[in-house]
């Protein structure tokens, strides 16, 4: 019998107040008429990817009702004020078992596509050694990331933070760099102007077909 193909999971992070995008909610902005946040995990729905985490917190209920229809699961980050860590911790913790690896995102990276998610995953498992893949365009490191499982449980224990700005900077031993083929893993939406540009650029492609159910 075939080996079973090795289990990714993603933390998808949602939490965040967007100051920087003024009075909206930018995960709820519309994108090919479809909210961000919704836009972004049905490219990971459609992906490789075997279970989804989505942690929340600041507007958490209306944005769960964006979502909440989702064949993914959805979780409450109630300390998101004290920074992006918490919510990844929230994440990691809330996945109920032990993956191949876990794949970090963000809920606004609409230009990534799904075989950008499974390059960025065939280049994880790919890997001659470390245990971060941190995808790049044209040398400009971009998200998502990708960590092993051991440095979950690192994270987990406090004794890793990928907070720290300098991390891949400070660990090359531990981080994995690939070149992406498009530029969808340096695009993400944090202020009016980059909505705007996002918006009349031309790059929006549609949402993505929902491939599977949550078992």
């Given at each position: 019998?075939?080996?079973?193909?090795?289990?990714?999971?993603?933390?998808?992070?949602?939490?965040?107040s967007?100051?920087r995008?003024?009075k909206?909610?930018?995960?709820?902005l519309?994108?090919?008429?479809?909210?961000?946040?919704?836009?972004?995990?049905?490219?990971?729905?459609?992906?490789?990817?075997?279970?989804?985490?989505?942690?929340?917190?600041?507007?958490?209920a209306?944005?769960?009702?964006?979502?909440?229809?989702l064949?993914?699961?959805?979780?409450?980050?109630?300390?998101?004020?004290?920074?992006?860590?918490?919510?990844?911790?929230?994440?990691?913790?809330?996945?109920?078992?032990?993956f191949?690896g876990?794949?970090?995102?963000?809920?606004?990276?609409?230009?990534?596509?799904?075989?950008?998610?499974?390059?960025?995953?065939?280049?994880?498992?790919?890997?001659?050694?470390?245990?971060?893949?941190?995808?790049?365009?044209?040398?400009?490191?971009?998200?998502?990331?990708?960590?092993?499982?051991n440095?979950?449980?690192?994270?987990?224990?406090?004794?890793?933070?990928?907070?720290?700005?300098?991390?891949?900077?400070?660990?090359?031993?531990?981080?994995?760099?690939?070149?992406?083929?498009?530029?969808?893993?340096v695009?993400?939406?944090?202020?009016?102007?980059?909505?705007?540009?996002y918006?009349?650029s031309?790059?929006?492609?549609?949402?993505?077909?929902?491939?599977?159910?949550?078992?």
């Open positions: 019998m075939a080996n079973a193909r090795p289990e990714i999971a993603a933390v998808v992070l949602a939490a965040g967007s100051q995008m003024g909206p909610n930018k995960l709820h519309p994108i090919d008429g479809v909210p961000l946040l919704r836009h972004c995990l049905q490219t990971l729905l459609a992906s490789r990817i075997d279970e989804i985490v989505v942690v929340l917190g600041h507007d958490q209306s944005t769960r009702a964006l979502v909440d229809d064949p993914l699961r959805l979780v409450c980050n109630e300390t998101h004020e004290s920074g992006q860590m918490t919510s990844v911790h929230c994440g990691l913790a809330s996945l109920k078992t032990d191949e876990v794949m970090i995102a963000l809920g606004d990276q609409p230009a990534l596509r799904a075989g950008d998610i499974n390059y960025l995953v065939d280049a994880y498992l790919n890997r001659a050694d470390g245990e971060v893949v941190v995808p790049t365009f044209k040398g400009e490191r971009g998200n998502p990331i990708v960590i092993s499982n440095c979950r449980a690192e994270i987990l224990s406090g004794t890793r933070n990928l907070g720290c700005r300098k991390f891949i900077e400070n660990n090359p031993e531990l981080v994995s760099k690939v070149e992406m083929r498009g530029p969808g893993v695009i993400d939406l944090d202020t009016p102007q980059q909505y705007e540009k918006c009349a031309g790059w929006q492609h549609g949402s993505a077909p929902i491939k599977r159910q949550v078992g």
